[in-house]
């Protein structure tokens, strides 16, 4: 069975700082991944997604994920932090080769800019 | 094209009452899920939806319940209102099942 573990509910970050989102997952067959974000009072909203080919992927906003097979992880960065980008961020894994395949969400990270 | 809606926005029940949500995925969209985001417990999963059929089910109780109609929307119920019901629903579409998922804006439901 998968499972997402994102390390630390909260991550706070000064503006123009280098954000970093750990995310590691466990599949049993190669997993598709994802980073969702979601601003308050609103749904969640795709920010990239990892299926197959290159590792590093790149998304909206200036963010991007690297898949490392090795270290089982899909940790999301962004170079310079803008105060916009204060939410709440969530990773998933699905299983898209079982017969009874689910995405599964981590508890998410809430990121937090400061001036 | 249109994204997911649901509808109402908000809603206030009190304890006891049974309350019916509705979403409406993008346009050729066969999967609808459905999730429950609170404080204290994150995003949790429901259920899933693919051409009518219930194809995964999260780990809640039986007055939680969902149905989907033959031109994809979908419908959750809950019945016997708790004050733990307290939640933000979320309806997610995709194209096939545990694929990308395509939220909606979520219906706020206070319990008093």
């Known amino acids: 069975a998968q499972s997402v573990t994102q390390l630390g509910s909260h991550v706070s970050v000064s503006e123009g700082a280098l954000v970093l989102l750990r995310c590691n997952y466990s599949?049993?067959?190669?997993?598709?991944l994802f980073w969702y974000v979601q601003y308050p009072n609103q749904g969640l909203q795709l920010l990239l997604k990892?299926?197959?080919?290159?590792?590093l992927v790149k998304g909206i906003n200036g963010f991007e994920a690297e898949f490392k097979k090795s270290e089982t992880s899909f940790h999301l960065t962004k170079p310079s932090a803008h105060m916009s980008d204060a939410a709440e961020y969530f990773c998933a894994v699905s299983d898209r080769y079982s017969s009874a395949s689910k995405i599964i969400f981590g508890s998410g990270t809430r990121l937090s800019i400061r001036p | 094209k249109a994204g997911v809606t649901q509808t109402p926005r908000y809603l206030i029940k009190t304890r006891g009452q049974q309350v019916t949500l509705s979403c409406s995925p993008i346009?050729?969209?066969?999967?609808v899920s459905w999730y429950q985001q609170t404080p204290g417990q994150g995003l949790q999963f429901l259920f899933e939806?693919?051409?009518?059929?219930?194809?995964n089910k999260g780990n809640f109780p039986g007055r939680f319940s969902g149905r989907q109609f033959s031109n994809s929307r979908s419908e959750m119920n809950v019945s016997t209102l708790e004050l733990g019901d307290s939640a933000l629903y979320l309806c997610?579409?995709?194209?096939?099942?545990?694929?990308?998922?395509?939220f909606g804006p979520g219906t706020r439901l206070t319990v008093l």
């Open positions: 990892y299926t197959t080919g290159a590792t």
């Open positions: 599949s049993s067959v190669p997993p598709y």
């Open positions: 997610a579409s995709s194209l096939v099942v545990a694929g990308e998922q395509f």
């Open positions: 346009s050729g969209h066969r999967s």
């Open positions: 939806y693919f051409s009518e059929t219930q194809r």
